[in-house]
Every structure is written in C-alpha cells, then in structure tokens.
C-alpha cells in the first residue's frame, strides 16, 4: 500500500562543490513531489498522498521542503510544473535542523524521529521543532530513543524500543489517513 521513491538531490556540501541547499537540493526534492504528482494517474498513487522523508541531512531538506514548498501553476507549460511541491506529510529522521523555517498551519504534519544519543542540535533541536510546530497548530509526534545516536535507520540489527519505530510510523500514516488499514 506504499510506493516510495529515491530522490539522488545535488549534493551543495560536497567536496568541490558548487551547489546549495535552498538553491538546488531544495528545488530537486520540490520537482520530485510534483513529478510524483503529475504521474500518480499512471503510477496508481493518490496525489494527495505524496509526502517527504529524510534522514539526517535528508530530514533537512524534507523539513526545508515541508516549509518552503510552491503552489502548482495550472496555466505553466510544464505539466509538472502545474503541480504543488507541498508535501502531504514529513517524516524527518534524525534530521539536521534548518534554521529560519517559516512554520504555519499549512505546515504538513510531522514525524519526528532521533536518538537522545544523538548531537544535541538534533536531539534537543527536534524536540524544539516539535514544540514549535504544535505552536503553529501543525500535528506532530516527537520520538525520541534514549541510548541511541545518529544513523541507525532501518537495520535487522536494531534492538530495543528504536527497533519498532518503522512500525511506529507506519501506524502514525494510518491515524492520519495517509495509508489506508490494513496497509
């Protein structure tokens, strides 16, 4: 009941590189969601289920794409530019936290995912961002693993309470509508 697709997004802090994050990485995930949207017909994908997940640099741009996304053009040449980049849904993991996010209403609802283990930009930074965005009236859910850091993700090897949270967020879509019971 879930499609996912891999984004390879311009790399603005590689060695040599000239790149930016708000500049290019930003508008690669942005073309991504509405390239995703404007072939849900033939890809079998509700377009009004097309969320973001990054993990740690990732989860920064998920979170920057989440904020800083762009209302479709019906009237631009470009089919996919007719589409939104607004994200249904974020799920940022263990994500850098950018700085300046413009937070509204609007503001897809979040999963929010560290190690207390972790840097304390991203584990206590998480933890503000969450308090933010309840401020802004955006639902969200804070999870946060004591004695875990950074770069776990979605290992056979993980133990413990971090080891459920696939499971965690798949039921956090659900509550939300985003993937259907029985998914």
């Not at 933010?132 to 090897?157: C, I, N, T």
Request: glycine share 12%; hydrophobic share 40%.
């Amino acid at each position: 009941g879930i499609a996912a697709f891999v984004l390879k997004y311009r790399l603005a802090h590689a060695p040599g590189s000239t790149y930016t994050v708000e500049g290019d990485s930003l508008a690669d995930v942005g073309r991504a969601i509405r390239l995703v949207r404007s072939r849900a017909s033939e890809w079998h994908i509700d377009p009004a289920r097309v969320g973001v997940m990054g993990f740690s640099a990732g989860g920064q741009l998920a979170a920057l794409a989440a904020t800083r996304y762009e209302e479709g053009g019906p009237s631009a040449s470009d089919p996919v530019q007719q589409q939104s980049s607004r994200p249904d849904f974020q799920a940022l993991i263990y994500p850098g936290i950018p700085q300046d996010l413009r937070l509204t209403q609007a503001t897809p609802p979040a999963f929010l995912l560290a190690g207390a283990d972790d840097k304390p930009a991203i584990s206590q930074g998480l933890a503000m961002l969450y308090v933010e965005l309840r401020k802004a009236g955006v639902p969200a859910d804070l999870h946060l693993y004591d004695g875990v850091g950074h770069g776990f993700g979605m290992r056979s090897s993980n133990s413990g309470p971090v080891a459920a949270w696939p499971a965690d967020f798949l039921e956090w879509l659900r509550e939300r509508g985003i993937v259907k019971a029985g998914a």
